[in-house]
């Protein structure tokens, strides 16, 4: 990378419609296919490329809500080269049986490599999120992002903590649906996929009356233990509280079986015996110089925000005062990047701790 110069100011904001989109096909490098985003703005970017990683049963166009302001128009008018990535978790891609070792060991250095190619640069930046930054900080610790000179990780990254319900749903219910059930879908709340998955939603529904939108209440029994789990409803407009039935689908089974074992074991475990990885990540120092900075939402009822914490003490044992940490108050999972009020709150910690 050659300097980051800071950027000339914009005559106005940017928004969705100057975004000038191109979607290039990737290859992991055990062979799936992936996708790359390419979002750039109406002026040549001034700063050097930053690779943003969704997290597990969404997509790239997760941080493109309808919102009048986007983490992605943010990363434009701060001059930043924008590369979103869909990797094997995306409902935009074939649904698959992924496991975490897979994108840290075929996914991430595949896009990494090919962002450094299309750019000319030798080093990028990244912005995480969820099972993006776990399966991301997986295989930066493994020593096979050399390239990656600084990291944002929202949420959780080497430690995952989850509320007590969750931790007996994903221990107990996880492995009695697993035989009917191969995937799990948030989708499922608009469209059962036969009468398991009807079932399921009647009865969350049952459960979960913070709201009238179904997928949202879905989303909240997949992925943690909260009315809702992964916002605030306060932190959300209208608007973006209807676009998420389009952005959750699928998330399998065999995710959840490895996340299980990650929070018994306190750290990312891996599961495949993959070359390359180790088996646990929070043995021994990360294999990396990138500055990671931690971002946690104090409000997060998917992965508590002791996640990151224990991540932050971990890191600083290692190498003290080089990595950071953000509490976020008033904040849960994805209002970091979806909240109507995230572009002043959020926003500017993200992209300050981006450009050090």
């Not at 319900?165 to 799990?184: D, E, G, H, N, Y």
């Not at 940490?325 to 994805?334: E, R, V």
Request: net charge neutral.
């Amino acid at each position: 990378m050659t300097g980051t110069p800071e950027p000339s100011a914009p005559s106005r904001p940017t928004t969705r419609r100057d975004h000038i989109t191109e979607v290039r096909p990737l290859t992991a490098l055990d062979g799936r296919p992936l996708t790359l985003v390419h979002v750039r703005g109406s002026r040549p970017p001034t700063r050097g490329p930053v690779l943003v990683v969704h997290g597990a049963g969404v997509r790239a166009e997760l941080f493109r809500p309808p919102l009048r302001r986007t983490f992605v128009d943010a990363l434009i008018d701060e001059g930043w080269d924008v590369w979103l990535l869909n990797w094997r978790a995306s409902i935009d891609l074939d649904p698959v049986p992924w496991t975490l070792d897979q994108a840290a060991a075929y996914d991430h250095p595949a896009a990494v490599a090919h962002v450094l190619k299309a750019t000319g640069t030798d080093r990028l930046r990244a912005v995480v999120h969820c099972q993006g930054s776990t399966s991301f900080m997986m295989a930066l610790s493994a020593g096979l992002l050399p390239e990656v000179e600084t990291v944002v990780s929202n949420a959780v990254s080497l430690h995952p903590v989850v509320p007590g319900f969750s931790t007996f749903k994903i221990a107990r219910l996880a492995p009695v649906i697993r035989p009917m059930m191969p995937f799990i879908s948030p989708a499922w709340g608009d469209r059962p996929a036969g009468p398991l998955s009807w079932l399921m939603v009647r009865l969350v529904c049952a459960a979960h009356w913070e709201c009238r939108n179904s997928v949202c209440r879905m989303v909240s029994h997949t992925y943690g233990s909260g009315w809702p789990a992964l916002w605030s409803h306060a932190n959300l407009d209208e608007e973006t509280h209807d676009w998420i039935r389009g952005e959750f689908a699928d998330v399998p089974m065999t995710f959840f079986t490895q996340m299980n074992r990650c929070i018994r074991a306190g750290q990312l475990v891996s599961t495949e015996g993959i070359e390359g990885l180790p088996r646990t990540f929070a043995d021994q120092a990360p294999r990396t110089d990138a500055r990671i900075a931690l971002f946690a939402g104090e409000d997060n009822r998917c992965f508590l925000a002791e996640s990151q914490q224990r991540t932050y003490d971990f890191l600083n044992r290692h190498r003290p005062g080089r990595d950071s940490l953000h509490m976020l108050p008033g904040y849960g999972h994805l209002d970091v990047f979806l909240g109507c009020r995230a572009a002043t709150d959020t926003y500017p910690l993200i992209l300050e701790e981006l450009a050090r």
